[in-house]
């Protein structure tokens, strides 16, 4: 296996760096898209060569191509392939332990949409909005059939009624557009190879940017919803200290971290960003982030095709030396 096979190892770390600029700069709708299937690519790409690394180990045990009936030459395989053994067995390894992350999450992701869909079907009444009484400022969509969004009574408290309408078209977007698929496959993305966790946390963030510009665009005011934003950021850190209960929805699951110790526009976490963001010129594109992480893209996919080549090259020989013995 020449160097093509390591090379979609090392993409990832590329685009890591290239994930927060993109989402920064990049129209929301447009980085979300790009970044959950550059994440799923990339993962796909990595956990191909290690499988591919893993089958040039399999190949030189003698005692499997005895049990297949000597369909390949294990000697011959141990003196064409440049890989050492050692690495082979470490390809294995880590192949093993991306598809039990990869099997882990997507069964705990399985059990959170079932959950989140009985939650929605359970609730009063027939309308999408649920008004629950809670002192509590929350806000947040449970997908489901139908979707559902659940305000408690102190965030509506907290709001005017033309900030609710900001709230209520904020969590609509992220219902219409599906947005709790975007961050499931780039979770999964990340599960499988953890060097792409910085491009799932950014498409966390740029779903939020998505419903802030969904919000902003039914409700005619930018500006407008970088107010609500904040507003209900103050209205959930406070309660948040008396109730000591996390945010999600409205202002992302990253509040509930801390985040919104910092609310001054410009600040380092994700909820001063999308005020920021809010409060500038809408962007237009960025082509140098766009072009990178799609060049990325189309690397991994031909170096994995040029190791799957190679591969192919080395079983065939494998084989012709069975034969001619």
Request: charged share 20%.
């Amino acid at each position: 296996m020449r160097v093509a096979v390591y090379l979609p190892l090392l993409f990832p770390l590329l685009a890591a760096l290239i994930a927060r600029p993109a989402g920064e700069r990049l129209p929301p709708r447009q980085a979300t898209w790009l970044l959950t299937v550059g994440a799923l690519v990339l993962a796909a790409g990595s956990t191909a060569v290690l499988g591919m690394l893993a089958i040039t180990g399999l190949i030189r045990i003698p005692l499997l191509a005895r049990l297949a009936h000597d369909h390949w030459s294990a000697h011959a395989a141990q003196s064409h392939d440049p890989a050492a053994f050692s690495t082979a067995v470490l390809a294995g390894l880590l192949l093993a332990v991306a598809a039990a992350m990869a099997g882990r999450l997507l069964w705990r992701r399985a059990r959170a949409l079932a959950d989140c869909a009985t939650e929605a079907a359970c609730l009063p009444g027939r309308d999408q909005l649920v008004v629950v009484e809670d002192r509590a400022a929350e806000a947040y969509a449970l997908p489901g059939r139908p979707g559902r969004i659940v305000v408690s009574t102190g965030m509506l408290e907290a709001l005017d009624p033309a900030e609710r309408e900001i709230l209520l078209a904020h969590e609509r977007a992220h219902l219409g557009h599906h947005h709790y698929l975007f961050v499931a496959f780039a979770q999964l993305a990340a599960a499988a190879n953890p060097l792409l966790r910085p491009l799932a946390d950014t498409v966390g963030y740029t779903v939020e940017r998505w419903a802030d510009e969904s919000a902003a665009a039914a409700t005619g005011s930018r500006e407008r919803v970088a107010r609500t934003i904040g507003k209900a950021a103050i209205a959930a850190k406070r309660t948040r200290a008396r109730n000591r209960q996390p945010l999600f929805g409205f202002l992302g699951a990253a509040a509930a971290r801390g985040v919104l110790d910092r609310l001054r526009p410009g600040g380092t976490g994700p909820v001063p960003r999308r005020v920021t963001a809010l409060l500038a010129p809408r962007r237009r594109g960025h082509l140098l982030s766009s072009s990178a992480l799609i060049v990325l893209l189309i690397a991994t996919g031909l170096c994995a095709a040029e190791a799957s080549h190679d591969l192919e090259s080395l079983l065939e020989l494998t084989k012709r030396t069975v034969s001619r013995g």
